[in-house]
Every structure is written in structure tokens, then in C-alpha cells.
């Protein structure tokens, strides 16, 4: 299951870890699937640490679920942060998911047990290294406009699984 994110400096194809993280990653198809992340800027850059998005707000405190609020973490002591290009969700606290997510630019293992990571980037590092020479301002937020104009769903186990 992948998905890729057109993004203002190209490409970001990400592998999902459907069967450790099920409920998120069927959040995460659902609203891309649905358009909800098309035209949201990455709002927060941490250089050598972390480039998040998702919130259609841009803000870093909007987003939703499709399960109607937060949900629970899917955390998987098999799945870490054990290199760039890692994908989480971003949260404010245990349980606490919605619809921000986060890439890693290097290892990080204080992250562990602490996000649920359901993704890896297979194809786009390149853009992701791009993406952490960008300015920002005193809030980490990017100087420009960094966008995912859309995304394209390569493979949905699940939405197939809940058609049979």
C-alpha cells in the first residue's frame, strides 16, 4: 500500500505499515482519498529533525479524523525512527491523533513509543532533503509556501478489504 504526495518540490512516495497500524493508516488513506490534504502547507520545519503537515488550517492546531476526534496511538516497538524518512503522526499528548503527520530528516530515537509511525518514504528523499535547507521564521514555520498540491493512492488494501 503507498501513496505519493505531489508537493511544491516534487514527489514523496510513501510505503503505509497497514498491518501494524491499521486504524491509522486507514485515517491516513481516507483523507487523502477525500482531498482533505491537497493544498495544505507543511507548517512546521525543524532542521535535522522534523517536517510536519497536515493540518488544513496551517496553523499546527487544526485537523480531524475521520473517526469523528482523536484516536488512539498504534504504537509498534517493531516500527521506529531508525532512519530519514520516516512517517508519523504528529500529536499533543498519548491518543491523541487526527489528521497531522510528520516526516523524520535522521534517526531519532527519542521518538519511539511516543508517535505511532505508520509509513517510510520509499521514493522522494531527495525532495525531503530539499525540503530541510528551507527558511523559516521564529516558529519554525517555513518561510515559503510549501504545499502538497495532491495525492495520488497507489494501493488501498483496506477500502478493498471493506467493499467485499
Known sequence: ???TLHTTKGPIKIHLFWEKTPKTC???LALCASDYYNGTIFHRLLKGFILQGGDPTGTGK???SIYGGAFPDEIDPEL???EPGMVSMANSG???NKSQFFFTFKKIKKLNGKYTLFGKIVEGLDVLKAYEDEPVDDNDKPLNE???EEVTIHANPIADMEQD
Open 94 to 96: 498519548p491518543d491523541t
Open 1 to 3: 500500500m503507498s501513496v
Open 80 to 82: 521506529t525512527h531508525s
Open 26 to 28: 486507514k485515517n491516513f
Open 146 to 148: 510549501l504545499k502538497i
Open 62 to 64: 487544526g485537523g480531524e
